[in-house]
């Protein structure tokens, strides 16, 4: 285990109704806020409204930026600090998902920066301030409601790059399991997928000796395979969308990787999936993690893998090792395909050969050769995105 530093102040208002604790938090360090949406699902389920109406009755005014993509664009980051800085806001409110708090963190930034936000992207060190960030988490999937990262895509660079800083740790966020009701079938799904993802890029580590942060581990990922196809099969089921979403917040904000080393090997090979081709995240890891963890299974790493065998598939731990460890990847697989409904294959989600060699150089970073579960060098990875394409 090594040594950690372990903050999470983010004030969390977790259950229905909990949006009317917005304004008052708001408003205790800001009176104009930068209200931060996407493609218009908030104004089709009501959650605009509720958020307008806390923040009229707080006396917090406001200046709107809708229209976030999914994988945000560096663009989408410029306007909304031009606009905090020709407004003087005060702090930036993101309502939506992930990409919608992702691109208001480097608003935040941005607005008190003075050169190109995408310098902020590609060099975290040049983050000095960031405004006070506060969310409305809408899907349950990456996290950012609760962490300090973000990930920002430029389109005419094919980048798509994280970067963080401690004040981009919203101060609050409004968890309403609620406003998750409306997801759509395949946001869900992928959602779910990137919960698990956070979970695995922990659980498969070098340092695998932490029984608490594996034991917590293993209870995300148990309960996404409960709660992923009850969400599915049934949209407004409170108590799936619940746990789905404090799974969102606990996979990676420190808890479960705090002590280990972590080189987000899979994350790092589906980024490039995303900014070559604009597919869904979670799509991308499902689709990536059965042929990773194939690849990575050796006699090295074969204990772990039984131990998820066993402890999260409910194998019989008196099975040869080979086969509980092959079994957990197939019944992997088989819950993102046929449970999820997640597509099986690259060529699905429109992904040839003609790029494979690219992005594997470019996801083949120090960390992955250095700090990852197994060391990945480009040719592992042209090797994981070939197995993938069907
Ligand atoms: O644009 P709107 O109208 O909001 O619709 C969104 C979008 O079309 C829709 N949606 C969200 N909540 C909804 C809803 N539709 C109906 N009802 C609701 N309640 O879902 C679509 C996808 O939204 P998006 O925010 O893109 O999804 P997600 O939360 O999965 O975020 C993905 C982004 O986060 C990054 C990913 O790379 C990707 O860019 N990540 C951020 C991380 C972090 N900050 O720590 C870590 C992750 O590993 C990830 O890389
Ligand atoms: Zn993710």
Same mark, same amino acid.
């Given at each position: ?10 004030q ?9 604790k917005l ?13 931060? *949406? ?8 009501? /959650?605009?409204?509720?958020? /307008? ?5 707080? &006396? ?8 976030v ?8 980051? !410029?306007? $909304? &600090?031009?606009?905090?800085?020709e407004?003087?806001?005060?702090? /930036? ?11 208001? !963190?480097?608003? &935040?930034?941005?607005?008190? *920066? ?6 902020l ?16 988490l ?11 990262g973000?990930?920002?895509s ?38 779910t997928?990137?919960i @698990? ?5 922990? *659980? ?52 479960? %990787?705090? $002590? !280990?080393?972590?080189?987000?090997? /899979?994350? %790092?090979?589906?980024? =490039? ?19 990773? @963890? ?19 598939w409910g ?23 046929? !449970? ?28 992955? =050769? ?5 060391p ?10 070939? %197995?993938?394409?069907?």
């Open positions: 285990m090594y040594n950690f530093d372990f903050c999470v102040s983010t969390i208002f977790f259950g229905k109704g909990q949006v009317v304004g008052p938090a708001i408003k205790k360090v800001a009176d104009k806020v930068l209200l931060v *949406y996407g493609g218009g699902s908030i104004k089709r389920n009501g /959650v605009y409204d509720d958020v /307008v109406r806390t923040l009229n009755d707080s &006396g917090v005014e406001f200046v709107e930026l809708p229209g993509e999914p994988n945000p664009r560096v663009t989408t980051v !410029k306007k $909304g &600090g031009d606009l905090c800085k407004h003087g806001l005060q702090a /930036v409110l993101a309502v939506g998902g992930g990409s919608t708090i992702d691109c208001s !963190k480097v608003i &935040g930034a941005a607005a008190l *920066y003075d050169g190109d936000p995408w310098d992207v590609v060099d975290r060190t040049k983050i000095q301030k960031v405004l006070p960030i506060f969310s409305v809408t899907a349950s999937a990456t996290g950012s409601e609760m962490d300090n973000a990930v920002i430029n389109m005419e660079t094919n980048d798509k790059l994280g970067t963080g800083h401690p004040g981009m740790l919203p101060v609050a966020s409004v968890l309403d399991p609620v406003y998750t009701y409306t997801c759509s079938a395949h946001q869900t799904s992928a959602g997928a990137d @698990m993802s956070h979970t695995f890029e922990n *659980y498969f580590s070098k340092a695998d000796d932490f029984m608490l942060l594996d034991g917590m581990a293993e209870a995300i990922l148990k309960t996404c395979i409960k709660y992923g196809p009850i969400a599915l099969e049934k949209p407004d089921d409170y108590e799936a969308r619940a746990n789905l979403m404090w799974a969102s917040s606990h996979a990676i904000n420190g808890l479960i %990787s705090k $002590g !280990k080393a972590d080189a987000w090997s /899979v994350h %790092s090979m589906e980024h =490039q999936l995303s900014a070559y081709y604009d597919i869904t995240h979670g799509d991308g890891l499902a689709i990536l993690t059965p042929a990773w @963890m194939r690849h990575v299974l050796s006699d090295a790493t074969l204990d772990r893998f039984v131990k998820y065998g066993v402890n999260v194998l019989d731990p008196a099975l040869p090792k080979r086969e509980i460890a092959e079994k957990a990847i197939d019944l992997t697989q088989d819950f993102f395909v046929n !449970k999820m409904h997640i597509p099986a294959t690259l060529r699905e989600v429109g992904i040839d050969e003609s790029k494979l060699e690219i992005m594997a150089q470019k996801a083949s970073t120090k960390a992955l =050769q250095t700090a990852a579960f197994v990945l060098y480009p040719e592992d990875v042209v090797a994981i995105y070939k %197995s993938c394409l069907g």
